[in-house]
């Protein structure tokens, strides 16, 4: 069993940037499929980024692509979202997500596909 910490969450201004942390304990993220998702007052909890098992692929909701980016320091064992040019819509609770997964599995886009989620950090953009 995985546990897993988010951190680094705050209030920032639009245009700001700001980076999530999520760290893993008890086994090591190279064993996972890894994901961020949000979830804004009132709505769903959505995709937002994932990283392959072997870490050779990285997706994005339309919503965010250019903007964030996922990776992993696995000495750390630790996956960070870099969230840039941010805006009052990405206002949400990030979680992250660890789900078993096969080497060769691609990424990871559903809620359903994990196993293990943080108990997120709260990312506020201003106007």
């Known amino acids: 069993q995985v546990q897993l910490v988010e951190s680094g969450g705050g209030s920032v201004q639009a245009g700001g940037s700001l980076r999530v942390s999520c760290a893993a304990s008890g086994r090591m993220i190279s064993s996972y499929a890894m994901g961020w998702f949000r979830q804004a007052s009132g709505k769903e909890r959505e995709f937002v980024a994932a990283i392959t098992r072997s870490g050779d692929n990285t997706g994005y909701a339309d919503s965010v692509k250019g903007r964030f980016t996922m990776f992993r320091d696995s000495a750390k064992n630790t996956v960070y979202l870099q969230m840039n040019s941010l805006k009052p819509e990405d206002t949400a609770v990030y979680y992250c997500?660890?789900?078993?997964?096969?080497?060769?599995?691609?990424?990871?886009?559903?809620?359903?596909?994990?196993?293990?989620w943080g108990q997120g950090t709260q990312v506020i953009v201003s106007s």
């Open positions: 997500a660890a789900g078993f997964a096969p080497v060769s599995a691609p990424f990871y886009t559903g809620s359903s596909q994990y196993d293990y």
